[in-house]
T-cell receptor, first 115, second 115 residues
Framework: AQKVTQTQTSISVVEKTTVTMDCVYETRDSSYFLFWYKQTASGEIVFLIRQDSYKKENATVGHYSLNFQKPKSSIGLIITATQIEDSAVYFCAMREGSNNNAPRFGAGTKLSVKP | EAAVTQSPRSKVAVTGGKVTLSCHQTNNHDYMYWYRQDTGHGLRLIHYSYVADSTEKGDIPDGYKASRPSQENFSLILELASLSQTAVYFC??????????????FGSGTRLTVL
């Protein structure tokens, strides 16, 4: 069965610094897709970035990037030059590549960015 | 922009009563999902569907039924609501075009309180 684990419950950083959020996953599929989502204070959940298991290059979108370590089943989210508005809850998710399944999510990490 | 609309936004129900949460999407997405959010548990998958008139059980289906009468609509039904079902419920949808690689679009959530 697939499983996603985020062990960091909360992180606090100073604005303009870099933060890394951890995520490990379990799957028996050789093909899978990894995602990070952001939940704002209003409750809205939006997609940020994704990594396909067959790609070796780490994905980057804006000031978000991923640290994909396949042998360790790890997909860390890196936010550089953090801003106050990055304060949110961040969820890691995985979807196995076999047909007709659904993504599973981790418990989330609450990020607080302070001036 | 994908649009997923949930109704109601919030609801107070009595123990033992029947509750129906509705979800409507306007983007021709094949997949629809129901997740539950509780503090410390992240998003947990209740039911999902990849085609109209068919639903699949997720990780925590007990006490919940799902109905997908059309591509656009997906309902979550609590036949006998219980205190433990107090939570925020999120509906999401995704396209099948890219298979498992497709990202999720979330609704705004329904806050359910069972008294």
């Amino acid at each position: 069965a697939q499983k996603v684990t985020q062990t960091q419950t909360s992180i606090s950083v100073v604005e303009k610094t870099t933060v890394t959020m951890d995520c490990v996953y379990e799957t028996r599929d050789s093909s899978y897709f990894l995602f990070w989502y952001k939940q704002t204070a209003s409750g809205e959940i939006v997609f940020l970035i994704r990594q396909d298991s067959y790609k070796k290059e780490n994905a980057t979108v804006g000031h978000y990037s991923l640290n994909f370590q396949k042998p360790k089943s790890s997909i860390g989210l890196i936010i550089t030059a953090t801003q106050i508005e990055d304060s949110a809850v961040y969820f890691c998710a995985m979807r196995e590549g076999s047909n007709n399944n659904a993504p599973r999510f981790g418990a989330g990490t609450k990020l607080s960015v302070k001036p | 922009e994908a649009a997923v609309t949930q109704s109601p936004r919030s609801k107070v129900a009595v123990t033992g009563g029947k509750v129906t949460l509705s979800c409507h999407q306007t983007n021709n997405h094949d997949y629809m999902y129901w997740y539950r959010q509780d503090t410390g548990h992240g998003l947990r998958l209740i039911h999902y569907s990849y085609v109209a008139d068919s639903t699949e059980k997720g990780d925590i289906p007990d006490g919940y039924k799902a109905s997908r009468p059309s591509q656009e609509n997906f309902s979550l039904i609590l036949e006998l609501a219980s205190l433990s079902q107090t939570a925020v419920y999120f509906c999401a949808s995704s396209d099948a075009a890219g298979g498992s690689a497709e990202t999720l679009y979330f609704g705004s959530g329904t806050r359910l309180t069972v008294l």
